[in-house]
């Protein structure tokens, strides 16, 4: 498959996270677990499909989180500050 010049795949993790049965299960019990299972499911449809992938995690109601910036294979992870949202 040819890839197309940057298209970007820009995901909002939590809403997937709550969207998808097995991954809101997952996050009941490990929330971490189920961010990495939804990071890797990404990783995976982005190098399949020749996407650029930014998933973003938001911090609005955790005090005092701040941001970070992860690059991993096809996807950058981000995790907003306080106060900020994926949107």
């Not at 939590?14 to 990404?42: F, G, H, M, P, T």
């Not at 995790?79 to 949202?85: A, G, H, I, N, S």
Request: no cysteine; hydrophobic share 35%; aromatic share 12%.
């Amino acid at each position: 498959m040819k890839r197309k010049k940057n298209q970007y795949l820009i995901i909002d993790g939590y809403n997937i996270i709550n969207a998808w049965e097995d991954l809101r299960e997952l996050a009941r019990e490990d929330l971490e677990d189920s961010r990495e299972k939804l990071i890797d499911e990404v990783i995976e449809y982005a190098e399949y499909n020749g996407y650029k992938a930014i998933v973003v995690f938001d911090a609005y109601n955790v005090k005092n989180s701040r941001e970070k910036v992860e690059k991993r294979d096809h996807v950058t992870v981000v995790y907003t500050k306080e106060y900020q949202t994926a949107d």
